[in-house]
T-cell receptor, first 115, second 111 residues
Framework: AQTVTQSQPEMSVQEAETVTLSCTYDTSESDYYLFWYKQPPSRQMILVIRQEAYKQQNATENRFSVNFQKAAKSFSLKISDSQLGDAAMYFCAYRSILTGNQFYFGTGTSLTVIP | SQTIHQWPATLVQPVGSPLSLECTVEGTSNPNLYWYRQAAGRGLQLLFYSVGIGQISSEVPQNLSASRPQDRQFILSSKKLLLSDSGFYLC??????????FGPGTRLLVL
Protein backbone atom coordinates (compact mmCIF):
# COMPACT_ATOMS: atom_id res chain seq x y z
CA ALA A 1 0.00 0.00 0.00
CA GLN A 2 1.06 3.52 -0.62
CA THR A 3 2.22 5.57 2.35
CA VAL A 4 2.30 9.31 2.83
CA THR A 5 4.65 10.84 5.38
CA GLN A 6 4.51 14.30 6.87
CA SER A 7 7.54 14.59 9.12
CA GLN A 8 6.64 17.95 10.67
CA PRO A 9 3.83 17.55 13.24
CA GLU A 10 3.92 21.30 13.96
CA MET A 11 5.20 24.37 12.18
CA SER A 12 4.98 28.08 12.85
CA VAL A 13 5.42 31.12 10.66
CA GLN A 14 5.40 34.84 11.18
CA GLU A 15 2.57 36.67 9.50
CA ALA A 16 3.55 37.81 5.96
CA GLU A 17 6.45 35.37 5.86
CA THR A 18 6.84 32.18 3.83
CA VAL A 19 6.63 28.64 5.15
CA THR A 20 7.15 25.25 3.51
CA LEU A 21 5.42 22.08 4.64
CA SER A 22 7.02 18.77 3.72
CA CYS A 23 5.46 15.60 2.36
CA THR A 24 6.98 12.43 1.00
CA TYR A 25 5.22 9.38 -0.36
CA ASP A 26 6.03 5.86 -1.35
CA THR A 27 4.66 4.32 -4.52
CA SER A 28 5.68 2.12 -7.42
CA GLU A 29 3.14 3.70 -9.74
CA SER A 30 3.88 6.31 -12.38
CA ASP A 31 0.46 7.94 -12.66
CA TYR A 32 -1.24 9.43 -9.62
CA TYR A 33 -2.59 12.58 -8.06
CA LEU A 34 -1.25 14.47 -5.08
CA PHE A 35 -3.20 16.90 -2.94
CA TRP A 36 -2.86 19.31 -0.07
CA TYR A 37 -5.92 19.79 2.12
CA LYS A 38 -6.40 22.38 4.83
CA GLN A 39 -8.43 21.69 7.97
CA PRO A 40 -9.15 24.88 9.96
CA PRO A 41 -10.61 24.82 13.50
CA SER A 42 -14.08 24.25 11.99
CA ARG A 43 -12.63 20.87 10.93
CA GLN A 44 -14.02 20.95 7.41
CA MET A 45 -11.44 19.65 4.95
CA ILE A 46 -10.75 22.14 2.19
CA LEU A 47 -8.78 21.44 -0.97
CA VAL A 48 -5.77 23.72 -1.24
CA ILE A 49 -3.99 22.44 -4.32
CA ARG A 50 -3.75 19.43 -6.58
CA GLN A 51 -0.93 18.06 -8.74
CA GLU A 52 -1.11 15.46 -11.48
CA ALA A 53 2.04 13.32 -11.53
CA TYR A 54 2.34 13.46 -15.32
CA LYS A 55 2.62 17.24 -15.25
CA GLN A 56 6.14 18.54 -14.77
CA GLN A 57 4.97 22.05 -13.98
CA ASN A 58 4.37 22.71 -10.31
CA ALA A 59 0.80 23.63 -9.42
CA THR A 60 0.07 27.10 -8.08
CA GLU A 61 -3.03 28.60 -6.48
CA ASN A 62 -2.57 32.23 -5.51
CA ARG A 63 -0.25 32.23 -2.45
CA PHE A 64 0.02 28.45 -2.41
CA SER A 65 2.47 26.54 -4.58
CA VAL A 66 4.03 23.12 -4.55
CA ASN A 67 7.49 21.75 -5.22
CA PHE A 68 6.83 18.39 -6.85
CA GLN A 69 9.90 16.21 -7.17
CA LYS A 70 8.68 12.98 -8.76
CA ALA A 71 11.94 11.08 -8.66
CA ALA A 72 12.44 11.94 -5.01
CA LYS A 73 8.74 11.29 -4.26
CA SER A 74 8.48 14.62 -2.56
CA PHE A 75 5.57 17.06 -2.61
CA SER A 76 6.07 20.14 -0.44
CA LEU A 77 3.63 23.01 -0.01
CA LYS A 78 4.85 26.60 0.08
CA ILE A 79 2.64 29.27 1.57
CA SER A 80 3.75 32.79 0.73
CA ASP A 81 2.72 35.98 2.53
CA SER A 82 1.21 33.93 5.36
CA GLN A 83 -2.04 35.20 6.81
CA LEU A 84 -3.72 34.52 10.14
CA GLY A 85 -6.41 32.60 8.29
CA ASP A 86 -3.81 30.12 7.08
CA ALA A 87 -3.55 28.68 10.58
CA ALA A 88 -4.85 25.13 10.28
CA MET A 89 -3.94 21.48 10.03
CA TYR A 90 -2.56 20.62 6.61
CA PHE A 91 -2.83 17.14 5.15
CA CYS A 92 -0.95 15.75 2.20
CA ALA A 93 -2.77 13.05 0.23
CA TYR A 94 -2.06 10.58 -2.57
CA ARG A 95 -4.47 8.98 -4.98
CA SER A 96 -3.64 6.25 -7.47
CA ILE A 97 -5.10 6.61 -10.94
CA LEU A 98 -4.95 2.86 -11.56
CA THR A 99 -6.47 1.51 -8.37
CA GLY A 100 -8.62 4.57 -7.98
CA ASN A 101 -10.84 4.68 -5.04
CA GLN A 102 -8.67 5.08 -2.01
CA PHE A 103 -6.95 8.21 -0.86
CA TYR A 104 -3.89 7.90 1.37
CA PHE A 105 -3.49 10.74 3.82
CA GLY A 106 -0.50 11.83 5.84
CA THR A 107 -0.79 12.45 9.57
CA GLY A 108 -0.93 16.21 9.13
CA THR A 109 1.08 19.29 10.02
CA SER A 110 -0.35 21.85 12.39
CA LEU A 111 0.51 25.36 11.19
CA THR A 112 0.50 28.31 13.58
CA VAL A 113 0.66 31.84 12.20
CA ILE A 114 2.21 34.35 14.59
CA PRO A 115 0.91 37.92 14.35
CA SER B 1 -22.27 23.32 -8.49
CA GLN B 2 -21.91 20.34 -6.25
CA THR B 3 -22.59 20.43 -2.54
CA ILE B 4 -22.35 17.84 0.19
CA HIS B 5 -24.40 17.83 3.36
CA GLN B 6 -23.99 15.94 6.62
CA TRP B 7 -26.27 15.75 9.60
CA PRO B 8 -26.46 16.02 12.39
CA ALA B 9 -23.60 18.43 12.97
CA THR B 10 -23.17 17.32 16.58
CA LEU B 11 -24.43 14.27 18.41
CA VAL B 12 -24.13 13.11 22.02
CA GLN B 13 -25.19 9.52 22.53
CA PRO B 14 -25.02 7.04 25.43
CA VAL B 15 -23.03 3.86 25.15
CA GLY B 16 -25.11 1.07 23.66
CA SER B 17 -27.46 3.33 21.76
CA PRO B 18 -27.89 3.14 17.97
CA LEU B 19 -26.38 5.56 15.48
CA SER B 20 -27.39 6.93 12.12
CA LEU B 21 -25.38 9.60 10.33
CA GLU B 22 -26.49 10.79 6.94
CA CYS B 23 -24.62 12.27 4.02
CA THR B 24 -26.12 13.55 0.78
CA VAL B 25 -24.54 15.00 -2.32
CA GLU B 26 -26.20 17.40 -4.72
CA GLY B 27 -25.28 18.43 -8.23
CA THR B 28 -23.60 15.28 -9.46
CA SER B 29 -24.49 11.74 -10.47
CA ASN B 30 -22.97 8.39 -9.56
CA PRO B 31 -20.30 9.75 -7.22
CA ASN B 32 -17.96 7.62 -5.19
CA LEU B 33 -18.84 8.14 -1.53
CA TYR B 34 -16.66 7.76 1.55
CA TRP B 35 -16.91 7.74 5.34
CA TYR B 36 -13.85 8.75 7.36
CA ARG B 37 -13.30 9.03 11.10
CA GLN B 38 -10.87 11.43 12.68
CA ALA B 39 -9.86 11.26 16.33
CA ALA B 40 -8.88 14.54 17.98
CA GLY B 41 -5.53 15.78 16.66
CA ARG B 42 -5.13 12.78 14.40
CA GLY B 43 -5.28 11.90 10.73
CA LEU B 44 -8.14 10.44 8.74
CA GLN B 45 -9.13 6.81 8.93
CA LEU B 46 -11.14 5.48 5.98
CA LEU B 47 -14.11 3.47 7.23
CA PHE B 48 -16.20 2.71 4.15
CA TYR B 49 -16.45 3.63 0.52
CA SER B 50 -19.09 3.05 -2.14
CA VAL B 51 -18.88 3.15 -5.93
CA GLY B 52 -22.63 2.71 -6.48
CA ILE B 53 -26.02 1.98 -4.95
CA GLY B 54 -25.82 -0.99 -2.61
CA GLN B 55 -22.06 -1.39 -3.13
CA ILE B 56 -20.12 -0.93 0.10
CA SER B 57 -16.48 -1.68 0.81
CA SER B 58 -15.31 -1.82 4.41
CA GLU B 59 -11.77 -0.85 5.28
CA VAL B 60 -11.83 -1.36 9.03
CA PRO B 61 -13.78 -4.15 10.77
CA GLN B 62 -15.77 -2.71 13.66
CA ASN B 63 -19.28 -2.27 14.96
CA LEU B 64 -20.13 0.31 12.32
CA SER B 65 -21.87 -0.33 9.00
CA ALA B 66 -22.69 1.75 5.95
CA SER B 67 -25.45 1.74 3.39
CA ARG B 68 -26.16 3.52 0.14
CA PRO B 69 -29.89 3.36 -0.51
CA GLN B 70 -29.82 6.04 -3.21
CA ASP B 71 -27.24 7.28 -5.66
CA ARG B 72 -26.34 10.39 -3.66
CA GLN B 73 -27.10 9.22 -0.14
CA PHE B 74 -24.66 7.50 2.19
CA ILE B 75 -25.56 6.41 5.72
CA LEU B 76 -23.28 5.37 8.58
CA SER B 77 -24.91 3.24 11.25
CA SER B 78 -24.31 1.33 14.42
CA LYS B 79 -26.61 -0.90 16.45
CA LYS B 80 -24.73 -0.29 19.71
CA LEU B 81 -22.25 2.52 20.17
CA LEU B 82 -18.99 2.08 22.05
CA LEU B 83 -16.99 4.75 23.85
CA SER B 84 -14.29 4.30 21.22
CA ASP B 85 -16.73 5.38 18.50
CA SER B 86 -16.41 8.99 19.63
CA GLY B 87 -14.78 11.19 17.03
CA PHE B 88 -15.30 13.41 14.07
CA TYR B 89 -16.95 11.75 11.08
CA LEU B 90 -16.41 13.09 7.61
CA CYS B 91 -18.26 12.17 4.46
CA UNK B 92 -16.63 12.78 1.10
CA UNK B 93 -17.37 12.34 -2.57
CA UNK B 94 -15.44 12.22 -5.80
CA UNK B 95 -15.62 11.27 -9.45
CA UNK B 96 -12.99 9.90 -11.75
CA UNK B 97 -11.42 13.38 -11.88
CA UNK B 98 -9.57 12.49 -8.71
CA UNK B 99 -10.29 15.31 -6.27
CA UNK B 100 -12.16 14.35 -3.13
CA UNK B 101 -14.57 16.87 -1.60
CA PHE B 102 -15.58 16.74 2.03
CA GLY B 103 -18.71 17.54 3.96
CA PRO B 104 -18.76 19.70 7.10
CA GLY B 105 -18.51 16.67 9.39
CA THR B 106 -20.37 15.31 12.42
CA ARG B 107 -18.95 15.48 15.93
CA LEU B 108 -19.97 12.37 17.84
CA LEU B 109 -19.49 12.04 21.57
CA VAL B 110 -20.36 8.72 23.17
CA LEU B 111 -20.82 8.90 26.94
Amino acid sequence: AQTVTQSQPEMSVQEAETVTLSCTYDTSESDYYLFWYKQPPSRQMILVIRQEAYKQQNATENRFSVNFQKAAKSFSLKISDSQLGDAAMYFCAYRSILTGNQFYFGTGTSLTVIP
Amino acid sequence: SQTIHQWPATLVQPVGSPLSLECTVEGTSNPNLYWYRQAAGRGLQLLFYSVGIGQISSEVPQNLSASRPQDRQFILSSKKLLLSDSGFYLCAWDLVSGTQYFGPGTRLLVL
